[in-house]
């Protein structure tokens, strides 16, 4: 923390807060600086040439004269290599044991003195100075990375490294978790390293709260993702390329990452998005399944206050004819902000309240920081105290930071007897009336000033036995905090499916829930960033996300608000929340006409809601996010992958929300194909630019020709919505039907369509051949 940082603090919290916040920061320094030698005098490595190579399982091990890689490509695809003896294992973002490598797949020489392992679906070469490309079947290459270097102390420990690589020209690159300026992530220097940003946020703001060093890119070539598996603090620097004019060269696009330590291993997964994304999931986990009330419209606000104000908003939903399925409860909840207490005299019988909203179709959320105020009487301190539970510090003791309670320790989460013991400490919650979890401040995070490390990079954590500092451990710990929590909710709750989101995160943290957008700023870039951080975290394998509808930190207009609200209402994670000082968030707070058009919004997404079940379980079974970009099913239409202002909602809806003030017209690009636009029901042919109403009361909403819909019948029953198919054309869906909360596995029902003498013709699909739908169908798009 800086003076700067120390004033900020002292203004915000007082002079005595302020001077916790400053011997804090002290201990901390002073720590590091006792514990971290300085890196003194390196020596800088390149793997030399090649002098031998060991054949194994689905590839072999190449030898250098002053390095070694392992290349193996697994069951499916995958390509793994690792340098230096670095192998897939262990790994935060693997779920579970390695795949399988492909016995199909040889290590034999190729041209040049170098190696390759050809693949069904990729061709990956070595050559003889250490550069490794990955090719397609067809023998087009996609990524060359270039020989990697090393810088090592002259007097032993970790080494830092670099890893250069080229792309094709015409790629473009999106991923790297959650980032504020993208989806597509243009020329520049991407930091890795979960950061709070300190309040609100817009798209100049980088890092956020979960960093990933996961890249897709995508190209004429074909799409490939490549994850470097490492957790250390690292930079990504990205740099498109460029297509020579006439008989010009071109200038290939290139990606640096350079890590502070770590294994220098790297997993590529290579195909059609929709097959990189199953691939990638299969490697690093499916994603969870949220219960069904968790995919419509939730409430929060840091500041209800009172048992009190939560009746009076549910009660002001039903009041307006608004749906509402979940409220969440912020920090002011607790016990003076200690994380598993209630403050019994604003929430007396929270038990009951819980009750009673679930008796009118709401359930009950609840935040859940990994701060533990440090203080006798404690309950929670003193266990994990006896426990061992905490990260520790060089001294012996638990390391220390500054969060809402005060002085604080953290719960050390990659020691599984840990993870155990605060998956059990869920029971407090549940039996308090909590039907779901979102996790905060988990980078972590401290509160004097924001952004501020709250520990000492010094600090002692277990690493699964293996043991390291938090150098290591920093960017895992939201998502090792998300497995505790997931686990232990499961154990509690074996027949419940459960909930649960995570402000912080990395690679495979989908497998335990979802996330949000955090504190984003309040107004219109604001508004555009929650658009990326959804589009680009769904490629990164998180499906299940959404921002603060409304901003966190500030007071939206009416307009702002609205448009907000339509956007979300159309992501997987419909949440409005804000801070105390924001005001109220509520929809009728902003007058008759923005209640009107919010209304119409919500019992929109109310409609879509069997669309969403079905986009949740597909998401569960292929990894597949449920908004994706439009260029989906076409990478290789290029006007496509430059546009940033609309999405997919699954292979059905196409959603071009309003991101400006004062806009009531949108011009849509569409993917190829017929599209209609379900307001007006006019028909549009792609792949082409069209521009459409978007009034103050609806944004865009297209509807792909020849789809079918899953939707909820005006007698709150499943009914199909089917799209009228082109002349010639057919068409068809997937239908997942809505089979609870627990673990029951729903059959998926899939559906064609075909237009035979001017009437659609609507099937679905059995062992047999095909049969009627089962249920009402109510047919749109014959009249254009």
Same mark, same amino acid.
């Given at each position: 923390m800086d003076g700067r940082g120390l004033v900020r603090s002292v203004k915000a919290f007082g002079s005595a807060r302020g001077r916790l916040a400053l011997r804090t920061a002290l201990r901390r320094r002073l720590s590091d600086s006792a514990a971290l030698a300085p890196r003194g005098p390196e020596r800088a490595r390149v793997p030399g040439e090649v002098t031998g190579v060991e054949h194994r399982p689905g590839g072999g091990v190449v030898r250098f004269t002053r390095s070694e890689l392992l290349v193996r490509v697994a069951v499916g695809g995958a390509v793994f290599w690792g340098w230096d003896g670095a192998g897939p294992t262990p790994s935060y973002a693997l779920a579970g044991e390695c795949p399988e490598a492909d016995p199909r797949a040889v290590l034999e020489p190729d041209k040049g003195g170098g190696w390759r392992v050809v693949s069904e679906r990729v061709t990956v070469t070595v050559s003889r100075q250490g550069a490794v490309e990955i090719l397609t079947p067809g023998g087009v290459r996609i990524r060359r990375?270039?020989?990697?270097?090393?810088?090592?102390?002259?007097?032993?420990?970790?080494?830092?490294?670099?890893?250069?690589?080229?792309?094709?020209?015409?790629?473009?690159?999106?991923?790297?978790g959650g980032r504020a300026s993208?989806?597509?992530?243009?020329?520049?220097?991407?930091?890795?390293?979960?950061?709070?940003?300190?309040?609100?946020?817009?798209?100049?703001?980088?890092?956020?709260?979960?960093?990933?060093?996961?890249?897709?890119?995508?190209?004429?070539?074909g799409t490939h993702l490549v994850f470097h598996d490492t957790t250390r603090e690292g930079r990504v620097v990205l740099a498109e390329g460029q297509e020579g004019a006439g008989s010009g060269h071109d200038r290939p696009g290139s990606s640096e990452v350079r890590m502070g330590g770590g294994p220098l291993r790297c997993w590529v997964v290579a195909?059609?998005?929709?097959?990189?994304?199953?691939?990638?999931?299969?490697?690093?986990?499916?994603?969870?399944?949220?219960?069904?009330?968790?995919?419509?419209?939730?409430?929060?606000?840091?500041?209800?206050?009172?048992?009190?104000?939560?009746?009076?908003?549910?009660?002001?939903?039903?009041?307006?004819?608004?749906?509402?399925?979940?409220?969440?409860?912020?920090?002011?909840?607790?016990?003076?902000?200690?994380?598993?207490?209630?403050?019994?005299?604003?929430? /007396?019988?929270?038990?009951?309240?819980?009750?009673?909203?679930?008796?009118?179709?709401v359930r009950l959320v609840s935040i859940v920081d990994p701060a533990v105020k440090a203080e006798p009487g404690n309950r929670v301190y003193e266990d994990g105290l006896a426990a061992g539970a905490f990260v520790g510090d060089v001294r012996g003791g638990a390391a220390r930071g500054v969060v809402w309670p005060g002085a604080c320790v953290y719960p050390d989460f990659t020691a599984p007897h840990v993870r155990t013991w605060w998956g059990g400490l869920y029971e407090e919650r549940l039996a308090q009336g909590f039907a779901g979890f979102w996790h905060d401040m988990n980078e972590p995070a401290?509160?004097?000033?924001?952004?501020?490390?709250?520990?000492?990079?010094?600090?002692?954590?277990?690493?699964?036995?293996?043991?390291?500092?938090?150098?290591?451990?920093?960017?895992?710990?939201g998502l090792a905090m998300a497995r505790a929590g997931y686990e232990g909710l499961r154990a509690l709750r074996p027949d419940e499916r459960p909930f649960l989101f995570s402000r912080s995160g990395w690679a495979g943290m989908q497998r335990y829930g979802g996330t949000w957008s955090g504190d984003v700023t309040t107004g219109w870039p604001g508004l555009r960033a929650s658009l990326s951080l959804v589009l680009g975290l769904g490629l990164c394998g998180v499906p299940?996300?959404?921002?603060?509808?409304?901003?966190?930190?500030?007071?939206?207009?009416?307009?702002?608000?609205?448009?907000?609200?339509?956007?979300?209402?159309?992501?997987?994670?419909?949440?409005?929340?804000?801070?105390?000082?924001?005001?109220?968030?509520?929809?009728?707070?902003?007058?008759?006409?923005?209640?009107?058009?919010?209304?119409?919004?919500?019992?929109?997404?109310?409609?879509?809601?069997?669309?969403?079940?079905?986009?949740?379980?597909?998401?569960?079974?292929?990894?597949?996010?449920?908004?994706? /970009?439009?260029?989906?099913?076409?990478?290789?239409d290029r006007a496509l992958r430059d546009c940033e202002d609309a999405f997919l909602l699954g292979e059905s809806l196409l959603v071009a929300p309003v991101l400006e003030r004062g806009g009531d017209r949108r011009a849509v690009r569409l993917p190829r194909g017929r599209w209609y636009d379900t307001a007006t029901g006019a028909a549009h042919e792609?792949?082409?630019?069209?521009?459409?109403?978007?009034?103050?009361?609806?944004?865009?909403?297209?509807?792909?020709?020849?789809?079918?819909?899953?939707?909820?019948?005006?007698?709150?029953?499943?009914?199909?919505?089917?799209?009228?198919?082109?002349?010639?054309?057919?068409?068809?869906?997937?239908?997942?039907?809505?089979?609870?909360?627990?673990?029951?596995?729903?059959?998926?029902e899939r559906y064609t369509t075909a237009l035979e003498d001017g009437r659609v013709v609507v099937g679905r699909v059995v062992a047999e051949g095909s049969v009627e739908p089962g249920c009402p169908v109510r047919v749109r798009g014959l009249d254009a």
């Open positions: 990375e270039l020989p990697p270097r090393w810088w090592e102390p002259v007097s032993g420990g970790a080494a830092r490294w670099v890893q250069r690589a080229e792309v094709p020209a015409d790629a473009r690159f999106f991923g790297l993208g989806p597509r992530l243009r020329d520049g220097t991407y930091h890795l390293w979960n950061t709070d940003p300190g309040g609100g946020f817009g798209p100049g703001d980088d890092p956020l709260y979960i960093t990933m060093p996961v890249q897709l890119v995508v190209a004429d070539a195909g059609t998005p929709a097959r990189v994304l199953h691939g990638w999931t299969a490697l690093t986990g499916r994603p969870a399944l949220p219960p069904s009330w968790a995919l419509g419209p939730q409430h929060a606000r840091w500041g209800f206050g009172s048992a009190r104000e939560v009746r009076r908003v549910v009660a002001g939903y039903r009041e307006h004819g608004l749906p509402l399925t979940a409220l969440h409860l912020d920090i002011d909840h607790y016990d003076r902000h200690r994380v598993f207490t209630v403050d019994g005299e604003r929430f /007396p019988d929270l038990p009951g309240l819980a009750a009673e909203l679930r008796r009118d179709g401290s509160i004097l000033p924001f952004g501020d490390p709250t520990l000492p990079l010094s600090a002692r954590h277990a690493l699964e036995g293996r043991g390291g500092d938090h150098r290591e451990a920093h960017n895992v710990y299940y996300s959404g921002p603060d509808v409304g901003g966190f930190d500030g007071s939206p207009s009416p307009e702002l608000y609205l448009r907000w609200l339509q956007l979300a209402s159309f992501l997987p994670l419909l949440r409005t929340h804000s801070a105390i000082r924001a005001g109220r968030r509520e929809p009728w707070e902003f007058g008759a006409r923005t209640l009107e058009h919010a209304r119409a919004a919500l019992l929109e997404r109310e409609r879509l809601h069997p669309y969403f079940v079905t986009l949740a379980q597909l998401s569960r079974l292929s990894g597949a996010p449920y908004v994706r /970009p439009v260029w989906w099913g076409s990478p290789e792609g792949p082409g630019q069209v521009v459409l109403e978007a009034p103050l009361s609806r944004v865009p909403v297209l509807a792909r020709a020849g789809s079918v819909i899953p939707v909820r019948g005006a007698d709150g029953g499943l009914e199909l919505e089917v799209w009228a198919p082109a002349v010639g054309r057919t068409g068809g869906g997937l239908v997942v039907r809505d089979a609870g909360d627990g673990w029951a596995e729903p059959e998926v």
